[in-house]
Protein backbone atom coordinates (compact mmCIF):
# COMPACT_ATOMS: atom_id res chain seq x y z
CA UNK A 1 0.00 0.00 0.00
CA UNK A 2 1.31 3.25 -0.87
CA UNK A 3 1.02 6.31 2.10
CA UNK A 4 -0.66 8.72 1.52
CA UNK A 5 1.10 12.55 1.16
CA UNK A 6 -1.58 14.79 0.68
CA UNK A 7 -1.17 17.89 2.85
CA UNK A 8 -3.71 17.89 5.78
CA UNK A 9 -6.31 20.27 5.53
CA UNK A 10 -6.71 21.13 8.97
CA UNK A 11 -3.35 21.86 9.51
CA UNK A 12 -3.50 24.43 6.54
CA UNK A 13 -7.37 25.60 8.50
CA UNK A 14 -5.18 26.16 11.96
CA UNK A 15 -2.32 28.45 10.06
CA UNK A 16 -5.07 30.56 8.22
CA UNK A 17 -6.51 31.03 11.43
CA UNK A 18 -4.21 32.33 13.30
CA UNK A 19 -2.28 34.41 10.92
CA UNK A 20 -5.12 36.68 11.05
CA UNK A 21 -7.08 38.49 13.90
CA UNK A 22 -10.05 40.73 12.61
CA UNK A 23 -9.98 43.87 13.97
CA UNK A 24 -13.88 44.59 14.51
CA UNK A 25 -14.28 41.61 16.29
CA UNK A 26 -11.00 42.04 18.65
CA UNK A 27 -12.67 45.39 18.90
CA UNK A 28 -15.74 44.74 19.67
CA UNK A 29 -14.79 42.26 22.43
CA UNK A 30 -12.46 44.47 24.37
CA UNK A 31 -15.15 47.26 24.27
CA UNK A 32 -17.65 45.42 25.67
CA UNK A 33 -15.78 44.26 28.32
CA UNK A 34 -14.41 47.46 29.69
CA UNK A 35 -18.19 48.81 29.26
CA UNK A 36 -18.35 45.67 32.07
CA UNK A 37 -16.21 46.71 33.97
CA UNK A 38 -17.43 50.58 33.99
CA UNK A 39 -20.79 48.56 34.77
CA UNK A 40 -19.38 46.82 37.42
CA UNK A 41 -18.24 50.24 39.22
CA UNK A 42 -21.58 51.92 38.42
CA UNK A 43 -23.31 49.15 40.20
CA UNK A 44 -20.90 49.33 43.34
CA UNK A 45 -21.49 53.30 44.14
CA UNK A 46 -25.19 53.00 43.91
CA UNK A 47 -25.47 50.38 46.17
CA UNK A 48 -23.03 52.04 48.53
CA UNK A 49 -23.69 55.26 48.19
CA UNK A 50 -27.02 55.27 46.41
CA UNK A 51 -26.11 57.65 43.56
CA UNK A 52 -28.53 58.22 40.86
CA UNK A 53 -27.45 59.72 37.55
CA UNK A 54 -29.31 60.85 34.58
CA UNK A 55 -30.49 64.14 33.12
CA UNK A 56 -34.09 64.70 33.81
CA UNK A 57 -36.89 63.27 31.36
CA UNK A 58 -34.55 61.62 29.34
CA UNK A 59 -32.08 58.97 30.72
CA UNK A 60 -32.22 57.76 34.58
CA UNK A 61 -29.01 55.54 35.81
CA UNK A 62 -30.86 53.69 39.31
CA UNK A 63 -30.51 50.45 41.15
CA UNK A 64 -32.50 48.13 38.21
CA UNK A 65 -30.49 50.06 35.62
CA UNK A 66 -26.96 49.07 37.09
CA UNK A 67 -28.19 45.74 37.83
CA UNK A 68 -29.07 45.16 34.24
CA UNK A 69 -26.08 46.73 32.83
CA UNK A 70 -23.73 44.41 34.98
CA UNK A 71 -26.07 41.55 33.50
CA UNK A 72 -25.85 42.27 29.94
CA UNK A 73 -22.37 43.73 29.52
CA UNK A 74 -21.47 40.30 31.43
CA UNK A 75 -23.74 38.09 29.06
CA UNK A 76 -22.37 39.67 26.06
CA UNK A 77 -19.05 39.83 26.85
CA UNK A 78 -19.27 36.06 27.55
CA UNK A 79 -20.93 35.73 23.53
CA UNK A 80 -18.47 38.09 22.06
CA UNK A 81 -15.43 36.25 23.82
CA UNK A 82 -17.00 32.65 22.62
CA UNK A 83 -17.99 34.51 19.04
CA UNK A 84 -14.25 34.66 18.52
CA UNK A 85 -13.39 31.19 17.61
CA UNK A 86 -17.30 29.65 16.87
CA UNK A 87 -17.43 32.51 13.59
CA UNK A 88 -13.88 32.60 12.22
CA UNK A 89 -14.33 32.17 8.59
CA UNK A 90 -17.79 33.71 8.34
CA UNK A 91 -18.35 36.04 5.55
CA UNK A 92 -20.42 38.32 8.02
CA UNK A 93 -18.06 37.96 10.60
CA UNK A 94 -17.78 42.00 10.93
CA UNK A 95 -21.23 42.41 10.81
CA UNK A 96 -22.06 39.72 13.14
CA UNK A 97 -19.78 41.20 16.25
CA UNK A 98 -20.85 44.83 14.65
CA UNK A 99 -24.57 43.93 15.63
CA UNK A 100 -24.04 42.04 18.75
CA UNK A 101 -22.04 45.41 20.23
CA UNK A 102 -25.01 47.61 18.84
CA UNK A 103 -27.15 45.30 20.50
CA UNK A 104 -25.55 45.50 23.84
CA UNK A 105 -25.61 49.13 23.53
CA UNK A 106 -29.19 49.42 22.88
CA UNK A 107 -30.03 47.49 25.82
CA UNK A 108 -28.19 49.65 28.01
CA UNK A 109 -29.69 52.38 26.67
CA UNK A 110 -33.32 50.62 27.05
CA UNK A 111 -32.83 50.34 30.72
CA UNK A 112 -31.61 53.61 30.77
CA UNK A 113 -34.33 55.27 29.21
CA UNK A 114 -36.80 57.77 30.26
CA UNK A 115 -38.13 59.66 28.12
CA UNK A 116 -40.81 57.42 26.43
CA UNK A 117 -40.14 58.53 22.41
CA UNK A 118 -36.24 57.09 23.53
CA UNK A 119 -37.71 54.16 25.31
CA UNK A 120 -39.87 52.92 22.52
CA UNK A 121 -37.66 53.69 19.42
CA UNK A 122 -34.49 51.39 21.98
CA UNK A 123 -37.39 49.02 22.25
CA UNK A 124 -37.89 49.02 18.55
CA UNK A 125 -34.30 49.12 17.78
CA UNK A 126 -33.32 46.29 20.47
CA UNK A 127 -36.30 44.14 18.29
CA UNK A 128 -34.72 44.68 14.71
CA UNK A 129 -31.03 43.76 15.49
CA UNK A 130 -32.50 40.41 16.76
CA UNK A 131 -34.19 39.88 14.07
CA UNK A 132 -31.30 40.91 11.80
CA UNK A 133 -28.99 38.17 14.43
CA UNK A 134 -31.43 35.34 13.65
CA UNK A 135 -31.59 35.67 9.97
CA UNK A 136 -27.52 36.17 10.00
CA UNK A 137 -26.76 33.97 7.42
CA UNK A 138 -28.58 36.00 3.89
CA UNK A 139 -27.63 32.76 1.45
CA UNK A 140 -29.82 30.60 3.34
CA UNK A 141 -33.47 30.51 2.73
CA UNK A 142 -34.70 29.35 5.82
CA UNK A 143 -32.90 31.90 8.09
CA UNK A 144 -34.19 34.59 5.78
CA UNK A 145 -37.50 33.32 6.23
CA UNK A 146 -37.32 33.49 9.90
CA UNK A 147 -35.39 36.89 10.17
CA UNK A 148 -38.92 38.31 8.18
CA UNK A 149 -40.96 35.94 10.51
CA UNK A 150 -39.30 38.02 13.89
CA UNK A 151 -39.42 41.39 12.33
CA UNK A 152 -43.26 41.13 12.06
CA UNK A 153 -43.71 39.90 15.63
CA UNK A 154 -41.27 42.58 17.37
CA UNK A 155 -42.92 45.42 14.92
CA UNK A 156 -46.10 44.47 16.50
CA UNK A 157 -44.68 45.03 19.95
CA UNK A 158 -43.24 47.80 19.49
CA UNK A 159 -46.36 49.55 18.14
CA UNK A 160 -48.03 47.55 21.32
CA UNK A 161 -45.68 49.54 23.52
CA UNK A 162 -46.03 52.91 21.32
CA UNK A 163 -50.38 52.61 21.74
CA UNK A 164 -49.84 52.09 25.81
CA UNK A 165 -47.56 55.19 25.60
CA UNK A 166 -49.33 57.26 23.95
CA UNK A 167 -52.47 56.91 25.41
CA UNK A 168 -50.30 57.39 28.69
CA UNK A 169 -48.76 60.78 27.51
CA UNK A 170 -51.94 62.16 26.09
CA UNK A 171 -53.55 61.14 30.01
CA UNK A 172 -51.41 62.95 31.62
CA UNK A 173 -49.30 65.15 29.93
CA UNK A 174 -45.86 63.63 31.00
CA UNK A 175 -43.13 62.69 28.49
CA UNK A 176 -41.15 60.28 30.66
CA UNK A 177 -41.56 57.28 32.29
CA UNK A 178 -40.73 58.60 36.02
CA UNK A 179 -43.31 61.22 35.00
CA UNK A 180 -45.99 59.04 34.37
CA UNK A 181 -46.03 56.75 36.96
CA UNK A 182 -45.86 59.80 39.35
CA UNK A 183 -49.27 60.76 38.09
CA UNK A 184 -51.05 57.21 38.00
CA UNK A 185 -53.50 58.79 40.04
CA UNK A 186 -54.65 61.52 37.73
CA UNK A 187 -55.20 58.61 34.99
CA UNK A 188 -58.96 57.60 34.29
CA UNK A 189 -59.47 53.88 34.92
CA UNK A 190 -60.45 53.02 31.38
CA UNK A 191 -56.75 55.00 30.12
CA UNK A 192 -55.15 52.62 32.64
CA UNK A 193 -56.59 49.16 31.32
CA UNK A 194 -56.08 50.46 27.48
CA UNK A 195 -52.33 51.43 28.59
CA UNK A 196 -51.87 48.32 30.66
CA UNK A 197 -53.35 45.67 27.42
CA UNK A 198 -50.86 47.27 25.03
CA UNK A 199 -47.57 47.65 27.32
CA UNK A 200 -48.69 43.54 28.71
CA UNK A 201 -48.91 42.45 24.89
CA UNK A 202 -46.19 44.08 24.33
CA UNK A 203 -44.01 42.57 26.86
CA UNK A 204 -45.30 39.00 26.61
CA UNK A 205 -44.63 38.86 22.42
CA UNK A 206 -40.80 39.89 23.50
CA UNK A 207 -40.70 37.38 26.00
CA UNK A 208 -42.44 34.61 23.57
CA UNK A 209 -45.25 33.25 25.74
CA UNK A 210 -48.21 31.95 24.30
CA UNK A 211 -49.52 32.07 21.96
CA UNK A 212 -46.82 34.36 20.71
CA UNK A 213 -44.09 32.03 21.30
CA UNK A 214 -43.82 31.31 17.35
CA UNK A 215 -40.68 33.57 16.81
CA UNK A 216 -38.66 32.07 19.30
CA UNK A 217 -39.52 28.30 18.40
CA UNK A 218 -38.85 29.50 14.38
CA UNK A 219 -35.30 31.51 15.50
CA UNK A 220 -33.33 28.44 15.67
CA UNK A 221 -31.07 29.36 12.46
CA UNK A 222 -29.55 31.96 14.15
CA UNK A 223 -26.13 31.02 15.17
CA UNK A 224 -25.23 29.93 18.52
CA UNK A 225 -23.83 32.46 20.21
CA UNK A 226 -26.62 34.80 18.82
CA UNK A 227 -29.08 32.03 20.18
CA UNK A 228 -27.52 32.22 23.55
CA UNK A 229 -27.78 36.29 23.76
CA UNK A 230 -31.43 35.76 22.56
CA UNK A 231 -32.34 33.37 25.29
CA UNK A 232 -30.12 35.02 28.21
CA UNK A 233 -30.71 38.38 27.40
CA UNK A 234 -33.40 39.46 24.98
CA UNK A 235 -36.68 37.74 25.68
CA UNK A 236 -36.59 39.21 29.36
CA UNK A 237 -37.21 42.81 28.26
CA UNK A 238 -41.23 41.62 29.02
CA UNK A 239 -39.47 41.74 32.67
CA UNK A 240 -37.81 44.62 32.95
CA UNK A 241 -40.98 46.00 30.79
CA UNK A 242 -43.40 45.21 33.49
CA UNK A 243 -40.85 46.22 36.47
CA UNK A 244 -40.86 49.44 34.64
CA UNK A 245 -44.34 50.65 34.66
CA UNK A 246 -45.27 48.33 37.71
CA UNK A 247 -47.36 50.75 39.38
CA UNK A 248 -49.76 50.94 36.64
CA UNK A 249 -49.45 46.95 35.85
CA UNK A 250 -50.21 46.87 39.97
CA UNK A 251 -53.51 49.36 40.37
CA UNK A 252 -55.90 46.64 39.84
CA UNK A 253 -55.74 43.27 41.25
CA UNK A 254 -57.93 41.64 38.39
CA UNK A 255 -55.25 43.10 36.09
CA UNK A 256 -52.36 41.38 38.31
CA UNK A 257 -54.56 38.16 38.01
CA UNK A 258 -54.74 38.03 34.18
CA UNK A 259 -51.05 38.34 34.60
CA UNK A 260 -50.55 35.66 36.73
CA UNK A 261 -52.66 33.48 34.67
CA UNK A 262 -50.88 33.94 31.31
CA UNK A 263 -47.92 33.30 32.90
CA UNK A 264 -48.50 30.61 34.61
CA UNK A 265 -50.14 28.83 31.75
CA UNK A 266 -47.33 29.87 29.01
CA UNK A 267 -45.20 28.39 32.13
CA UNK A 268 -46.81 24.73 32.33
CA UNK A 269 -47.13 24.80 28.51
CA UNK A 270 -43.36 25.38 27.57
CA UNK A 271 -42.48 22.32 30.06
CA UNK A 272 -45.07 20.50 28.88
CA UNK A 273 -43.78 20.84 24.92
CA UNK A 274 -40.18 20.45 26.27
CA UNK A 275 -40.98 16.93 27.42
CA UNK A 276 -41.72 16.04 23.45
CA UNK A 277 -39.01 17.58 21.63
CA UNK A 278 -36.20 15.43 19.96
CA UNK A 279 -33.44 18.14 19.41
CA UNK A 280 -31.40 20.00 21.99
CA UNK A 281 -32.22 23.67 20.12
CA UNK A 282 -36.03 23.24 20.47
CA UNK A 283 -35.59 21.56 24.18
CA UNK A 284 -33.88 24.85 25.15
CA UNK A 285 -36.52 26.99 23.42
CA UNK A 286 -39.45 25.21 24.99
CA UNK A 287 -37.11 25.46 28.08
CA UNK A 288 -37.03 29.14 27.59
CA UNK A 289 -40.93 29.63 26.91
CA UNK A 290 -41.33 27.83 30.44
CA UNK A 291 -39.17 30.63 32.46
CA UNK A 292 -40.09 33.75 30.60
CA UNK A 293 -44.05 32.53 31.97
CA UNK A 294 -42.40 31.97 35.58
CA UNK A 295 -41.05 35.20 35.36
CA UNK A 296 -44.04 36.94 34.10
CA UNK A 297 -46.09 34.74 36.94
CA UNK A 298 -43.64 36.68 39.38
CA UNK A 299 -44.63 39.96 37.71
CA UNK A 300 -48.89 39.27 38.46
CA UNK A 301 -47.94 37.66 42.23
CA UNK A 302 -46.28 41.34 42.97
CA UNK A 303 -42.59 39.87 43.13
CA UNK A 304 -41.10 42.08 40.35
CA UNK A 305 -37.51 42.46 42.07
CA UNK A 306 -38.09 37.75 42.19
CA UNK A 307 -38.73 38.63 38.34
CA UNK A 308 -35.57 40.52 37.68
CA UNK A 309 -33.60 38.16 40.10
CA UNK A 310 -35.17 35.01 38.36
CA UNK A 311 -34.13 36.66 34.70
CA UNK A 312 -30.69 36.92 36.43
CA UNK A 313 -30.36 33.38 37.22
CA UNK A 314 -32.40 31.92 33.80
CA UNK A 315 -29.91 34.11 31.60
CA UNK A 316 -26.68 32.31 33.20
CA UNK A 317 -27.70 29.19 32.97
CA UNK A 318 -29.45 29.05 29.85
CA UNK A 319 -26.49 30.90 28.06
CA UNK A 320 -24.08 28.05 29.53
CA UNK A 321 -26.68 25.32 27.72
CA UNK A 322 -26.49 27.12 24.52
CA UNK A 323 -22.87 27.81 24.07
CA UNK A 324 -22.14 24.22 25.44
CA UNK A 325 -24.74 22.63 23.06
CA UNK A 326 -22.29 21.90 20.38
CA UNK A 327 -20.98 19.24 23.13
CA UNK A 328 -20.70 15.77 21.60
CA UNK A 329 -23.76 14.08 22.25
CA UNK A 330 -24.01 9.78 22.46
CA UNK A 331 -26.25 8.72 20.38
CA UNK A 332 -28.10 5.44 22.63
CA UNK A 333 -31.27 4.29 22.82
CA UNK A 334 -32.20 5.35 26.65
CA UNK A 335 -33.41 2.58 28.53
CA UNK A 336 -34.28 1.82 32.71
CA UNK A 337 -30.79 1.12 33.47
CA UNK A 338 -29.95 4.77 33.02
CA UNK A 339 -32.21 5.65 35.94
CA UNK A 340 -31.75 4.46 39.70
CA UNK A 341 -34.84 3.58 41.27
CA UNK A 342 -35.44 5.85 44.51
CA UNK A 343 -37.38 3.56 46.51
CA UNK A 344 -38.78 4.47 49.67
CA UNK A 345 -35.96 6.25 51.22
CA UNK A 346 -35.39 8.32 47.63
CA UNK A 347 -39.19 9.34 47.79
CA UNK A 348 -38.63 10.61 51.46
CA UNK A 349 -35.55 12.43 50.76
CA UNK A 350 -36.89 14.30 47.75
CA UNK A 351 -40.47 15.23 50.03
CA UNK A 352 -38.25 16.19 52.87
CA UNK A 353 -35.98 18.44 50.72
CA UNK A 354 -38.75 19.87 49.04
CA UNK A 355 -40.16 21.11 52.22
CA UNK A 356 -37.14 22.16 53.52
CA UNK A 357 -36.36 24.41 50.50
CA UNK A 358 -39.60 25.96 50.59
CA UNK A 359 -38.98 26.45 54.71
CA UNK A 360 -35.39 28.12 53.15
CA UNK A 361 -36.66 30.10 50.98
CA UNK A 362 -39.93 31.62 53.26
CA UNK A 363 -37.16 32.34 55.80
CA UNK A 364 -34.54 34.21 53.93
CA UNK A 365 -37.00 36.21 51.94
CA UNK A 366 -39.05 36.93 54.85
CA UNK A 367 -42.70 35.24 54.47
CA UNK A 368 -41.88 33.12 57.55
CA UNK A 369 -42.12 35.10 60.59
CA UNK A 370 -41.56 32.88 63.64
CA UNK A 371 -44.26 30.18 62.92
CA UNK A 372 -46.92 32.82 61.32
CA UNK A 373 -47.36 32.73 57.44
CA UNK A 374 -49.10 35.35 55.76
CA UNK A 375 -51.65 34.43 53.42
CA UNK A 376 -51.27 36.43 50.33
CA UNK A 377 -49.76 35.54 46.66
CA UNK A 378 -45.98 34.57 48.09
CA UNK A 379 -47.59 31.53 48.95
CA UNK A 380 -48.20 30.47 45.37
CA UNK A 381 -44.15 31.30 44.87
CA UNK A 382 -43.13 29.18 47.48
CA UNK A 383 -45.39 26.22 46.48
CA UNK A 384 -44.01 26.83 43.19
CA UNK A 385 -40.48 26.82 44.50
CA UNK A 386 -41.18 23.41 46.85
CA UNK A 387 -42.57 21.90 43.68
CA UNK A 388 -39.25 23.06 41.62
CA UNK A 389 -37.24 21.45 44.32
CA UNK A 390 -38.99 18.52 44.57
CA UNK A 391 -38.58 17.64 40.52
CA UNK A 392 -34.74 18.84 40.83
CA UNK A 393 -34.61 16.35 43.93
CA UNK A 394 -36.31 12.81 42.27
CA UNK A 395 -34.44 13.96 38.92
CA UNK A 396 -31.02 13.99 40.47
CA UNK A 397 -31.94 10.81 42.74
CA UNK A 398 -33.27 9.32 39.55
CA UNK A 399 -29.90 10.04 37.65
CA UNK A 400 -27.38 9.59 40.03
CA UNK A 401 -24.58 6.60 39.89
CA UNK A 402 -23.30 7.60 43.43
CA UNK A 403 -23.26 5.28 46.53
CA UNK A 404 -26.99 5.05 48.08
CA UNK A 405 -25.71 6.50 51.73
CA UNK A 406 -23.86 9.68 49.81
CA UNK A 407 -26.50 10.43 47.26
CA UNK A 408 -28.99 10.82 49.68
CA UNK A 409 -26.91 13.14 52.22
CA UNK A 410 -25.54 14.89 48.78
CA UNK A 411 -28.04 15.37 46.47
CA UNK A 412 -30.32 17.48 49.33
CA UNK A 413 -27.29 19.42 49.86
CA UNK A 414 -26.73 20.69 46.55
CA UNK A 415 -30.55 21.21 46.15
CA UNK A 416 -31.39 23.55 49.08
CA UNK A 417 -27.92 25.24 48.46
CA UNK A 418 -29.20 26.44 45.22
CA UNK A 419 -32.61 27.72 46.74
CA UNK A 420 -30.43 29.65 49.19
CA UNK A 421 -28.65 31.00 46.49
CA UNK A 422 -32.04 32.00 44.45
CA UNK A 423 -32.94 33.43 47.98
CA UNK A 424 -30.28 35.34 48.39
CA UNK A 425 -30.26 36.82 44.84
CA UNK A 426 -33.72 37.83 45.36
CA UNK A 427 -33.02 39.64 48.45
CA UNK A 428 -30.20 41.40 46.91
CA UNK A 429 -31.64 42.32 43.49
CA UNK A 430 -34.87 43.06 46.06
CA UNK A 431 -32.68 45.96 47.72
CA UNK A 432 -31.04 47.20 44.56
CA UNK A 433 -34.28 48.28 43.37
CA UNK A 434 -36.17 49.40 46.45
CA UNK A 435 -34.59 52.61 46.60
CA UNK A 436 -35.58 53.68 43.22
CA UNK A 437 -38.40 51.30 41.61
CA UNK A 438 -41.81 51.63 43.12
CA UNK A 439 -43.52 47.82 44.01
CA UNK A 440 -40.53 45.71 44.24
CA UNK A 441 -42.04 43.64 46.74
CA UNK A 442 -45.79 44.10 46.48
CA UNK A 443 -47.93 40.60 46.89
CA UNK A 444 -51.11 40.13 46.47
CA UNK A 445 -54.27 39.06 48.02
CA UNK A 446 -55.05 35.49 46.92
CA UNK A 447 -58.22 35.24 44.41
CA UNK A 448 -59.97 32.02 42.81
CA UNK A 449 -56.92 32.48 39.88
CA UNK A 450 -54.60 32.16 42.58
CA UNK A 451 -55.75 28.68 43.70
CA UNK A 452 -56.11 27.75 40.00
CA UNK A 453 -52.62 28.46 39.25
CA UNK A 454 -51.88 26.20 42.40
CA UNK A 455 -53.57 23.46 41.14
CA UNK A 456 -52.46 23.46 37.66
CA UNK A 457 -48.73 23.64 38.72
CA UNK A 458 -49.46 20.19 41.04
CA UNK A 459 -51.63 18.71 38.03
CA UNK A 460 -48.63 19.26 35.76
CA UNK A 461 -46.16 17.47 38.21
CA UNK A 462 -48.54 14.52 38.46
CA UNK A 463 -48.88 14.49 35.15
CA UNK A 464 -44.80 14.29 34.32
CA UNK A 465 -44.50 11.89 37.39
CA UNK A 466 -47.36 9.39 35.88
CA UNK A 467 -46.04 9.93 32.67
CA UNK A 468 -49.32 11.08 31.20
CA UNK A 469 -47.70 12.96 27.84
CA UNK A 470 -46.19 9.82 27.00
CA UNK A 471 -49.71 7.46 27.56
CA UNK A 472 -51.86 9.38 25.81
CA UNK A 473 -51.18 10.13 22.10
CA UNK A 474 -53.21 12.93 21.35
CA UNK A 475 -51.73 14.75 24.11
CA UNK A 476 -48.46 13.79 22.93
CA UNK A 477 -49.53 14.98 19.32
CA UNK A 478 -51.21 18.25 20.92
CA UNK A 479 -47.98 19.27 22.19
CA UNK A 480 -45.79 18.60 19.16
CA UNK A 481 -48.09 20.50 17.26
CA UNK A 482 -48.14 23.55 19.13
CA UNK A 483 -44.67 23.74 19.23
CA UNK A 484 -43.94 23.19 15.60
CA UNK A 485 -41.72 26.41 13.80
CA UNK A 486 -43.15 28.53 10.93
CA UNK A 487 -42.94 26.04 7.85
CA UNK A 488 -40.86 28.21 5.55
CA UNK A 489 -37.92 28.32 8.68
CA UNK A 490 -37.56 24.24 8.41
CA UNK A 491 -35.27 22.38 6.46
CA UNK A 492 -36.91 19.06 5.67
CA UNK A 493 -34.72 16.77 3.83
CA UNK A 494 -31.25 15.97 4.31
CA UNK A 495 -30.60 17.54 0.69
CA UNK A 496 -31.59 21.01 2.34
CA UNK A 497 -28.82 20.62 4.99
CA UNK A 498 -26.30 19.40 2.78
CA UNK A 499 -27.00 22.68 0.37
CA UNK A 500 -26.76 24.80 3.80
Known sequence: MSKDTRPSDAGTLAETTTQRTPTIPRASTWAVWTLFLCSVGVLVLTALRGYEWGHPDLVVIDGLTAVMWVVVTFFSGIVHSYSRRYMTGDSGVDRFFGQILAFTVVVMTLTAADHVALFATMWLAMGLLMASLIGHDRDWKQARAAGVLAVKYFLASSALLSTGLVALVWATGATSVSGIVADIDGISTTVVIVAVAAIFLAAIVQSALFPFHGWLLSSMTAPTPASALMHAGFVNAGGILLTRFAPLVGEYLYVMSVVVLV????????????????????????????????????????????????????????AYLFLSSGAPVEHTVPTDKDRTHLGFSGVAVSLLTAVGGGVIFMLLTGKLSGLSVTLNSGIVLTLVVVLTTLTAARDILHRTTLPSSIRLVSVPLVVLTAISAYAVTFNAVSTMLAADVPMTYAPTELTVVHYLVVAGFVGAYLATELGW????????????????????????????YDDA
Open 469 to 496: HRSSERLYVALLNVSQPAPSTVLTSKED
Open 263 to 318: GAFSALLGQAMLLVQTDVKRELGSSTIAQMGFMIMQCGLGFFGAAIAHLILHGCYK
